[in-house]
């Protein structure tokens, strides 16, 4: 708890700095750093809290305010602000992962080639038609399968 209100002294103090300053500050590594930043906002800037009704959750998404924020700022679970923001408020894009609708099937955005894999020769790929995976001379070199014995040639 004492590191809650040394936080919330340093956000009083620096409210603009980054997610590192805080850790540094605080010494407290900064994959941890964020949550409390979140949770410990509202508390050193009051006027952050804003009700948890569906307009005030659609607005601060448009604002580009994550979830987690949100939720700290209305005081109600994640769960609850998407729940209550609806198919309107996580539509909205706020620069995590990619954007809604910008995924086409079919389209990877690659040259389309494949190209060897990490660790092989590339040798099927220089055979052409050729069967790869048969070295040279063994005992079946140059015999046909049954089922290539069994079909018609079309001459």
Do not use: H
Request: aromatic fraction near 6%; charge should be positive; hydrophobic fraction near 30%.
């Amino acid at each position: 708890m004492a590191e809650n209100s040394k936080l919330v002294t340093l956000l009083k103090k620096n409210p603009d700095e980054s997610e590192s300053f805080y850790a540094d500050k605080l010494n407290i590594p900064k994959t941890q750093i964020g949550p409390l930043i979140w949770f410990n906002e509202p508390i050193a800037n009051p006027k952050l809290k804003f009700p948890g009704n569906k307009a005030n959750i659609v607005k601060a998404r448009k604002d580009g305010i994550r979830w987690e924020r949100i939720a700290a700022r209305t005081g109600k679970s994640v769960a609850e602000c998407k729940e209550i923001g609806g198919k309107e408020a996580a539509e909205i894009y706020t620069g995590r992962g990619r954007p809604v609708g910008s995924y086409t099937p079919g389209k990877s955005g690659g040259s389309g080639k494949k190209q060897a894999g990490r660790g092989t020769s590339g040798r099927r790929q220089a055979q052409g038609n050729k069967q790869a995976g048969r070295r040279g001379g063994g005992a079946r070199a140059g015999r046909r399968t049954r089922a290539e014995a069994g079909a018609k040639d079309p001459k």
